[in-house]
């Protein structure tokens, strides 16, 4: 009977988390791009790991090695994408897998801690990444940023994991000759393999141009005021019904940096970019609920949302009430 490693059960999965990918989102975009091959490197990786550890292919380790360190570096890259950056096209993540791949020429010995080093340092980049919050996320609409910076954590999070690993893979050659390590891979490879390719379709643009943001500033200013004055103004003339409305359509709306509105809209309203938006969606919302017979779907779609359970959630977090209940008073 032929073994299915469960490695490749991922891969299987992720094979259609990429169609899908693909299918939904504007692959003429750097960051869908980018995400997309991300997905294709971890089902590529998987199958590897899989014949490596479930057919004891040896040569498969090779190419694993020489994958490996790809990953860790276009995650960093695809969500880098989604901020918007002027500085679109960084070098030295490519440095960093060139140095991997040499260590790996040259002496195999090192090439684990390379590895591991690689997939540390770009998952606690992620991390401090997602610490940005909305501003680093200009090009995403406003409902995805709330997933995305989701994804970005759980993806830091299991690179680091996965770089200490390979400290318990030394662990075990030291105390107990290796005997664990095809379970203890196959098992933690399904598991990051899967979570992280996956997380990684969430990745949404909706542009791809950028400017330069500056540094936020420390205390209110009348900028700021004049910058909310010009944003309501905006959004009297139902700009908030744009479903993929992004802080950067936003900005380049006022002609100004992501980052000095996103900070304007902290600071005079004490509140995120996306819940700002979503007051205004859920006003009309409510003035729908009450003065016509549309139902709950419709109303959500035509202010803006993009899903009715994301419409129920904030609709409640604004009034305290649910949409039907707020409806009936």
């Known amino acids: 009977m032929i073994m299915i490693p469960l490695p490749l059960f991922a891969s299987l999965l992720l094979a259609g988390a990429l169609a899908w990918f693909i299918a939904h989102r504007d692959m003429r975009l750097r960051a869908h791009q980018l995400f997309a091959a991300l997905v294709f490197g971890y089902c590529a990786i998987s199958v590897l790991i899989s014949v490596r550890?479930?057919?004891?292919?040896?040569?498969?380790?090779?190419?694993?090695?020489?994958?490996?360190?790809?990953?860790?570096?276009l995650a960093w890259l695809a969500y880098r994408a989604l901020s918007g950056a002027r500085k679109t096209r960084p070098l030295w993540p490519l440095a960093v897998?060139?140095?991997?791949?040499?260590?790996?020429?040259?002496?195999r010995d090192l090439a684990d801690l390379a590895i591991l080093s690689t997939y540390i340092g770009f998952g606690l980049l992620l991390l401090h990444h997602a610490r940005q919050g909305e501003s680093g996320l200009a090009l995403s609409p406003m409902?995805?940023?709330?997933?995305?910076?989701?994804?970005?954590?759980?993806?830091?999070?299991?690179?680091?994991?996965?770089?200490?690993?390979?400290?318990?893979?030394?662990?075990?050659?030291?105390?107990?000759?290796?005997?664990?390590?095809?379970?203890?891979?196959?098992?933690a490879q399904f598991v990051f393999v899967f979570v992280v390719g996956?997380?990684?379709?969430?990745?949404?643009?909706?542009?791809?141009?950028?400017?330069?943001?500056?540094?936020?500033?420390?205390?209110?200013?009348?900028?700021?005021?004049?910058?909310?004055?010009?944003l309501d103004q905006l959004f009297d003339h139902n700009i908030h019904r744009d479903e993929d409305l992004s802080l950067r359509k936003l900005s380049r709306r006022l002609g100004l940096p992501d980052r000095k509105v996103s900070n304007a809209?902290?600071?005079?309203?004490?509140?995120?970019?996306?819940q700002y938006v979503n007051a205004f969606r859920i006003r009309e919302a409510c003035d729908l609920l009450s003065e016509?017979?549309?139902?709950?779907?419709?109303?959500?779609?035509?202010?803006?949302?993009?899903s009715k359970s994301n419409f129920n959630r904030e609709f409640q977090r604004v009034t305290g009430k649910t949409p039907s209940a707020w409806r009936t008073t």
Request: proline share 3%; charged share 15%.
């Open 53 to 73: 550890w479930g057919y004891g292919v040896q040569t498969a380790a090779t190419l694993i090695a020489l994958l490996a360190p790809v990953l860790p570096a």
């Open 198 to 230: 996956l997380i990684s379709t969430l990745g949404h643009s909706t542009d791809a141009r950028a400017e330069a943001e500056p540094d936020p500033e420390a205390d209110t200013t009348e900028e700021d005021s004049a910058i909310i004055a010009r």
């Open 97 to 107: 897998i060139a140095a991997n791949w040499s260590i790996l020429a040259t002496s």
């Open 265 to 274: 809209i902290n600071r005079v309203k004490g509140t995120n970019v996306s």
């Open 292 to 306: 016509t017979d549309q139902s709950v779907l419709q109303i959500s779609l035509a202010v803006g949302f993009a």
């Open 143 to 187: 409902a995805d940023t709330g997933q995305i910076l989701l994804a970005m954590r759980v993806t830091g999070g299991a690179l680091v994991a996965s770089g200490l690993m390979d400290v318990f893979i030394l662990y075990d050659f030291i105390f107990h000759d290796g005997r664990h390590i095809g379970t203890a891979v196959s098992v």
